[in-house]
């Protein structure tokens, strides 16, 4: 008797912990938060870092030089956004750096197509800065939290986010991306999201 009754104590204890731990992973946990200015500041950094290459890449042509020197900058880029949560970093940089054209390169090309176009708006760039707005909420964004990362590393993974805003409301939600290549060849595959912004916008203007 003494034995069952033990048993029967350990059992609801693991039952308990259990539930507190799912309590706490949907209730509580916001996840570990993401330095937004700095996401900014490195959105930034990046276009700069492009604007000069850019010209460098002119400037090697009417040169007839050699251009390869000028692949490091391009593979720093590259390699921060074979990081899942670098590519959410990326994401919400934009937000706040208010740049719908690098905005929807987080993106992989047929989903943000079909976002931009669920809405009968010619000016595609109008809808991707409206988007930034709802998501933002007027820029109410205060916290974004990256809870946990699911999925298999070089293919596809969710990562789950947790956002807050300044008056008080909070949402969480999956954000899945795929490992695609970019335009600059099969060795520079980034993650791009293929989750739809209307799906996160929905869960935002729910509550």
Partial sequence: ?????????????????????ITYTMLVDNGEAIDLEQSASQVLEDVERVK??????????????????????LSDMTQRQRIPENVIQFLFGTILVDDPELFVQAFDTETISKDLFAIDNPDKLEVA????NRISR??????????????????EVTVRIAISYSDGLEIKFPITMRLQRNSHGEDNSIYFISSSVWDLIKVIESK
């Fill in 1 to 21: 008797m003494k034995f069952l009754k033990r048993n029967l104590i350990i059992l609801i204890s693991i039952f308990l912990t259990i539930i507190g731990y």
């Fill in 138 to 155: 007027d820029s109410k964004l205060e916290r974004v939290g990256i809870i946990n990362t699911k999925g298999s590393v070089g293919q």
């Fill in 129 to 132: 800065s409206d988007i930034m």
């Fill in 52 to 73: 000069n290459q850019e010209t460098a890449y002119t400037w090697l042509e009417t040169k007839n030089m050699s251009d390869g020197y000028l692949e490091t900058h």
